[in-house]
């Protein structure tokens, strides 16, 4: 058995995954307990599946190093001016 702990909490997430040794033991313990009563709350039993493929985001060349933190499309990256001296040191009163 594996129960998920909230990183932030530390408290159970609310589900848990359950490994069977006998692949015919999941269809019944399924039917059995779905829709069970547990400490006065309904539990819902199924079978798990794998997580959906996400979608990957497309970089361009104007995204930048860092992917959409740099330069903004048409448009080129500014020097950050008297922090790399660029435009002269900046003078004390």
């Known amino acids: 058995m594996f129960l998920p702990i909230d990183r ?3 408290k159970p997430r609310g589900f848990a995954f359950i490994e069977f040794s006998d692949a015919a033991a999941v269809p ?4 059995k307990l779905d829709g ?4 006065g ?3 819902r039993v199924s079978e798990a599946r794998d997580r959906a493929p996400r979608p990957r985001p497309s970089f361009t060349p104007d ?3 860092f ?3 740099g330069a903004r499309p048409g448009k080129s990256a500014k020097p950050k001016g008297s922090r790399r001296n660029i435009r002269g040191r ?3 009163f």
């Open 90 to 92: 900046k003078r004390g």
């Open 41 to 43: 709350r309904t539990i």
């Open 63 to 65: 995204d930048g190093p």
């Open 36 to 39: 069970a009563d547990l400490q």
């Open 28 to 31: 019944v313990a399924i039917e």
């Open 67 to 69: 992917g959409g933190f």
């Open 8 to 10: 932030a909490t530390g």
